[in-house]
């Protein structure tokens, strides 16, 4: 039995990132220009921080709408409580955690450092083309 691919194989390095500084009205311009549904912050050390979603930037949004005051940092809409997947993991792992959450991706991991990106796309890519 040959070994199962892992998601450093099909996981996506060229990343959109945010900085927890960055005003939220920016992100979000930054988020729709790029058409990604999410981020991750990243720090001035290049630390993992947090992960801004389209679901964080309604919650901005509507707070807005409600005070009629725009503004604030990505860090504070940011989910803090980030899960990551390790880039040595196997597709079939990685699938497992997938359907276990309700995140479309996550932050790959290589000794704490992030590598990269795998989405649900990225996995379904990968597991059609095992079968092959």
Known sequence: MTARPKISDYMV???????????????MTVLLERAVSGAPVIDGKG??????????????????????EWGGA???????????LDADLDIVEAAERFLGSNYRRFPVMVEGRMVGQISRADLLRALVESWD
Do not use: F, H
């Open 13 to 27: 390095t060229e990343l959109v990132t945010l900085s927890p500084e960055m005003e939220i009205n920016r992100a």
């Open 47 to 68: 630390e993992l921080v947090g992960v801004l979603s389209q679901k964080d930037c309604l919650k901005a949004a509507l707070n807005a709408s409600y005070y009629q």
């Open 74 to 84: 990505v860090a504070d809409y940011m989910t803090a409580a980030v899960e990551t």
